[in-house]
């Protein structure tokens, strides 16, 4: 057949991401290969945003836990490591440092190598386990997320395994599925629509098993760090949380993909950008109900939560995509599936999983592709769930979800 190679969609899905690699934000990539750039720069090759979790570290180490939350100590300790407090602050819940623990007994990069090895690994292996095959990981090493995420030294990773896992083996594994929910209480915003759709589907043994994981790994926290972390972490995190939301640095919302972050850097004001992200929302979790309430393929639910997910929130950073870039490959390559989707969603679909660099592009032209890629996203799982109703007829709910999972 003629143009046989531009017929294979493995063809396509390769141009995408070798595209958007090559136009890598800002040139972050050969910056971070001459090693150029200050320590906390995206451009320092021990990935810049890994300083919050080293320092976070050796605060632990030191017994200064609670002091992370306390924004002037915080900075403090920034300052005195590294001179500079490169305006970062601590935001992440007591039972985090759980993951970041012991790093700070080790060099810095060192540490980052090992944190870094170690969530990509574990997000590559709930992966391939979830594909059912290990096809899938040469995709994820290549997408643009994966390499921006060893780039910068983030979370992308560890919140792409426990997205993904929780929600793709809550049928079969659901004590797994629960425990795994239960730990991305670690990062809440990914995973606060989920206890949504265990409700309406009655998934009690999952919300229960979540449930008593975040207790635990509450109380453990408290046992090891004292009570007065989470006190801070609760009352005394206004200013930072605040300071992120009110942020009118270009720098920062270029790569913020929710629609409250994209209409800020379209320098709408807080109080037009704070409306247009609730409407926004609401229309998320309309589309998340009428999804999960209908005959339409579990693998289509899944992903439609997730997407509803980065809908929803106001806080959305380029490297978060792990899940969402999951979620596009699996129906881009039409996983379970008997045919692939047609061209235009095709086109969708490999927006999202290149995403963290298309945005990189389209900012440079004052626009955030975030929203508009994520929503057309939703727009076309939503027509997918109208066919798949139409094909499953008289089905019944319960056989439409059945799915195999291979763990």
């Not at 005195?80 to 990069?109: E, K, N, Q």
């Amino acid at each position: 057949m003629q143009f046989k190679i531009l017929n294979d969609r493995r063809f396509w899905l390769i141009f995408a991401f070798g595209l958007s690699l090559a136009g890598f934000p800002r040139g972050i990539l050969t910056e971070w290969i001459n090693r150029t750039g200050e320590v906390y720069s995206t451009n320092h090759p021990g990935g810049g945003d890994f300083v919050n979790f080293y320092v976070a570290s050796l605060m632990v180490l030191k017994g200064q836990a609670a002091q992370l939350f306390d924004a002037a100590q915080y900075s403090a300790a920034l300052q005195d490591i590294y001179g500079s407090d490169f305006g970062v602050r601590w935001l992440y819940p007591p039972h985090f440092l759980f993951f970041i623990w012991p790093l700070g007994a080790l060099p810095y990069m060192v540490a980052y190598a090992l944190f870094m090895g170690a969530s990509l690994t574990a997000f590559i292996f709930v992966a391939a386990k979830t594909w059912g095959g290990r096809e899938i990981v040469f995709w994820l090493i290549m997408a643009p997320v994966s390499i921006l995420g060893v780039l910068v030294g983030q979370t992308a990773f560890i919140v792409g395994a426990l997205m993904i896992g929780s929600i793709y083996w809550w049928d079969r594994k659901p004590i797994v599925a629960g425990i795994l929910l239960g730990i991305l209480t670690v990062k809440p915003q990914f995973g606060v629509l989920i206890p949504l759709v265990l409700l309406l589907e009655r998934r009690w043994l999952v919300i229960a098993v979540a449930s008593a994981t975040a207790l635990a790994l509450a109380g453990l926290s408290i046992a090891a760090f004292g009570i007065e972390p989470w006190r801070a972490f609760f009352f005394g995190m206004e200013g930072p949380n605040g300071d992120i939301l009110r942020t009118a640095s270009k720098s920062f919302l270029s790569v913020q993909l929710s629609t409250f972050g994209a209409a800020r850097y379209g320098d709408i004001p807080i109080a037009q950008a704070a409306a247009m992200q609730a409407v926004v929302s609401v229309l998320a979790v309309l589309a998340l109900i009428r999804t999960t309430l209908s005959r339409a393929r579990w693998d289509t639910k899944a992903a439609m939560l997730v997407v509803a997910t980065y809908l929803f929130s106001p806080y959305v950073l380029f490297y978060d995509l792990a899940a969402p870039t999951f979620v596009a490959l699996w129906l881009y390559l039409g996983k379970e599936r008997e045919s692939a989707p047609g061209p235009l969603f095709s086109i969708v679909l490999l927006l999202a999983a290149s995403l963290s660099f298309v945005n990189g592009a389209t900012t440079l032209a004052g626009v955030s592709a975030g929203p508009p890629v994520l929503l057309a996203l939703a727009i076309g799982l939503m027509a997918r769930v109208r066919a798949e109703e139409r094909e499953a007829g008289g089905e019944s709910p319960a056989l439409s979800q059945l799915r195999p999972v291979t763990v």
